[in-house]
């Protein structure tokens, strides 16, 4: 059970890397090329969704750590 969990947590954090790198490789370079409108809505898309994400990981690590804190008392 132990290296099912640790593996699929190093599986998550590779992708999320992954993701991280070829996102700011390809997004941020779109975002400042004088490419065309629909260019800049992928790239600016993409951002977005990488801030969504990272916020979610967040709120799931913070969650997993504290499991009482959103219970009120």
Do not use: D, N
């Not at 132990?2 to 975002?31: D, E, M, Q, R, S």
């Not at 990488?50 to 009120?72: E, M, N, Q, S, Y």
């Amino acid at each position: 059970m132990y290296a099912t969990k640790l593996t699929l947590i190093l599986l998550g954090a590779l992708l999320y890397l992954l993701g991280t790198v070829v996102g700011f490789v390809v997004g941020i370079p779109a975002l400042f090329e004088s490419g065309s409108t629909q260019e800049i809505i992928a790239a600016f898309a993409g951002i977005i969704t990488w801030v969504l994400i990272t916020f979610g990981f967040i709120i799931h690590i913070i969650k997993t750590a504290r499991p009482t804190a959103g219970g009120g008392r």
